[in-house]
């Protein structure tokens, strides 16, 4: 069964500083996606970063970049200058090329000022 | 203007009532979706249309039936609400395929639904 898990059920930074979120997944597939998504109190879930699991270099966004290890089948999630607006629920993603989401248990983050 | 939007954002109702949640995308997707989180934030997929077909159905108890009047649009539709439906409901959308037409979901706000 294809599962995802999220090791850490509270992280917690100081603003500017640097956190990871760990990632680690579980699959028989070569091909799939991963996803980190954001849902801040307002419920919303926003997408973070993606990446393809055919695609050797880890995907960057802005602030947000990602460690892809595949062999080891891991996926965290690296944000860089931490913002107030950062704290929230991070949700690791896997989606197969079936159309669906598999979700971790999400990492609550706390930003500190 | 609002990609993937849901009505209600709150209900609260009875047990044994009978409600809806509607769900509409301007987005052009041919894919929606359905997802449950708990009260622990757990997010779990529950069903899934494409181009009005249902193709995803994780073994969710019969009293939800989704319906897909066109694909735009997924309602979702629970009959006898128990205690334990409550819950936040999303409703998502992607132009989903195989390869790299594969792509983000974009949800919904999300349905706060509490059963008393």
């Known amino acids: 069964a294809q599962t995802v898990t999220q090791s850490q059920p509270e992280m917690s930074v100081q603003e500017a500083e640097t956190v990871t979120l760990s990632c680690t997944y579980d699959?028989?597939?070569?091909?799939?996606?991963l996803f980190w998504y954001k849902q801040p109190p307002s419920r919303q879930m926003i997408l973070v970063i993606r990446?393809?699991?055919?695609?050797?270099q880890n995907a960057t966004e802005n602030r947000f970049s990602v460690n892809f290890q595949k062999a080891a089948k891991s996926f965290s999630l690296k944000i860089s200058d931490s913002q107030l607006g950062d704290a929230a629920m991070y949700f690791c993603a896997y989606s197969p090329y079936t159309d669906k989401l598999i979700f971790g248990t999400g990492t609550r983050l706390q930003v500190f000022p | 203007d609002t990609a993937v939007s849901q009505t209600p954002k709150y209900l609260v109702t009875q047990m044994g009532n009978d409600k809806s949640i509607k769900c509409e995308q301007n987005l052009g997707h041919d894919t929606m979706y359905w997802y449950k989180q708990d009260s622990k934030k757990f997010l779990k997929i529950m069903f899934s249309?494409?181009?009005?077909?249902?193709?995803i159905n994780e073994t969710v108890p019969n009293r939800f039936s989704p319906k897909s009047p066109d694909k735009a649009h997924l309602n979702l539709h629970i009959n006898s609400l128990e205690l334990g439906d409550s819950a936040v409901y999303f409703c998502?959308?992607?132009?989903?395929?195989?390869?790299?037409?594969?792509?983000?979901?974009?949800f919904g706000q999300g349905t706060r639904l509490t059963v008393v």
């Open positions: 699959t028989s597939e070569s091909d799939y996606y």
């Open positions: 249309y494409n181009n009005k077909e249902l193709i």
């Open positions: 998502a959308s992607s132009q989903a395929g195989t390869g790299p037409l594969n792509t983000e979901a974009f």
């Open positions: 990446q393809e699991a055919y695609k050797q």
